[in-house]
């Protein structure tokens, strides 16, 4: 039993002692290897180094021999000929011997001598390249919702409308900008919009150019200046010819008739100048010096409105209606905010109004001239100043003191004669306690322009 435990031993370290030889060779024949490999790739390398160097050399001797054959005279052609091809026979068998790498480096390096050879004859064409045709939109999309009157405005104001999107139609001119249909649109302030063309349509809307194009679909504006438009419908129209536009006679202007509002705002004080049409206004007829006024606002205060009255009805016969109520019918040209003028051509005299106060049974206070002075008037009681006008001139009041003093009327009372005439203020406190008022001579249509004024101080008492 002991025997094959100590054979068992002694097997182990023999086992051991043998495989490191092993090991030890293995390695050696590797180291060989490397060795054998590296000699063979230093040998090839030597080999492709020297047919490169031969065939370089070569291609250099073929192009001096060629510059020499160019010099010398055609008769001594063949003796260089069979020089060439002697000395190119070597070169062509050392090309034939080499592997495809070497015949590669050869034609590379021929290529390179033949290229100053050929330097002088001429580049052939390239053709230019074909470029890729750009993606068109073909298809439509579905229907979306009509525009608004306001997102219409909105699309053709430029600077305005970026995002809205809509059905509706436009035209304009159609222009084909990068081989792409756009539509060329006046916008409101006469600025150009432009929409690019898409759909089914946009190969054939080019043939369109310069035409009128009407289009009909889905329009979204994708920039303040320019959008897009999915043609669903389309219609042109050539452009017209040229027509030689024969000098303008000159004409007077064609007059209109004035809208409602546009005659409220003639009426109205700081409002409407440079409004002119024909229209109706209604007011009180007055006079300064030769000429009629119509006064149809704020009588008396300095936010007076009045016409002075032209045209063929302005005659001796309105002098009978000095102060009374005329409907007059004209040209009416409002210069100022303050008023202007009216070429009437008829006129119709208007039953005055009731007066809102009735001066019987009132206690009136009289302050006749332009004299500065105290009075006491009781409340609910009358005041009158009168004071004489002169031509081009008339009396007023400031319309914030007009309501606090209670101011009802500003009659105007032509003279008996051609002289000036007078113009009575009559006024009604409604509130107790002391006022100064003050009067000012201010030229006709122009407040502002002020000749004179006076003060008068007034005590209300209850």
């Known amino acids: 039993m002991a025997k094959p435990k100590s054979g068992a031993k002694k097997t182990t370290p023999a086992g051991k002692a043998g495989a490191k030889p092993a090991a030890k060779k293995d390695s050696a024949a590797r180291l060989d290897l490397i060795k054998n490999a590296s000699k063979r790739v230093a040998k ?25 054959e160019k010099a010398t005279p055609k008769k001594a052609a063949p003796a260089g000929k069979t020089a060439s091809a002697a000395k190119a026979a070597p070169a062509s068998k050392s090309a034939a011997k080499a592997p495809p790498a070497k015949a590669s480096a050869a034609a590379k390096s021929a290529a390179g001598g033949k290229s100053g050879k050929a330097s002088a004859a001429p580049s052939i064409p390239v053709a230019p390249p074909v470029e890729k045709p750009r993606p ?15 997102e219409l405005e909105q699309l053709l104001t430029a600077g305005e409308g970026r995002g809205v999107t809509g059905e ?12 792409m249909p756009h539509l060329v649109v006046v916008g409101r302030d006469k600025r150009e919009l432009t929409f690019l063309l898409q759909g089914p349509d946009q190969e054939v809307l080019p043939a369109y150019v310069d035409h009128k194009v009407s289009v009909v679909g889905l329009i979204r ?45 003639v009426t109205a004080a700081g409002m409407g100048a440079g409004i002119k049409g024909f229209a109706g206004v ?28 032209e045209g063929k009805a302005a005659t001796k016969a309105l002098r009978k209606f000095v102060g009374y109520t005329l409907q007059v019918q004209g040209v009416v040209d409002k210069t100022s905010g303050w008023g202007g003028r009216i070429a009437a051509e008829n006129f119709e005299p208007r039953p005055s109004e009731a007066r809102a106060v009735s001066r019987d049974e009132m206690e009136l206070v009289h302050i006749e001239g332009e004299v500065p002075t105290s009075v006491d008037v009781r409340l609910n009681h009358g005041l009158t100043v009168r004071l004489p006008e002169q031509p081009g001139f008339t009396w007023a009041i400031e319309p914030t003191m007009a309501k606090r003093v209670g101011l009802r009327e500003a009659n105007f009372e032509p003279a008996p004669e051609d002289g000036p005439g007078t113009r009575e203020f009559f006024f009604t406190p409604r509130n107790p306690g002391s006022f100064e008022v003050e009067f000012f001579l201010a030229k006709a249509l122009s407040p502002g322009l002020v000749d004179r004024s006076f003060k008068i101080n007034v005590t209300v008492k209850p």
């Open 44 to 68: 090839a390398a030597t080999k492709l180094a020297k047919a490169a160097s031969d065939i370089s050399k070569g291609a250099k001797g073929a192009v001096k021999k060629a510059v020499q």
């Open 136 to 150: 068109r939109a073909t298809k439509l999309p579905p229907p979306g919702e009509p525009l608004t009157k306001r």
């Open 168 to 179: 509706g139609s436009l035209k304009g001119r159609l222009v084909v900008t990068n081989d």
């Open 221 to 265: 504006k994708t920039t303040n200046h320019s959008g897009v438009i999915d043609v669903r419908k389309y219609s042109a129209k050539k452009p017209d010819a040229e027509v030689v536009e024969a000098t303008p006679v000159e004409t007077e202007a064609r007059l209109r008739y004035l809208s409602p509002g546009e005659v409220s705002m």
């Open 282 to 309: 209604r007011g009180n007829l007055e006079m300064m010096g030769e000429e009629y006024i119509l006064v149809v606002s704020n009588g008396g205060t300095r936010q007076q409105v009045s016409f002075i009255i």
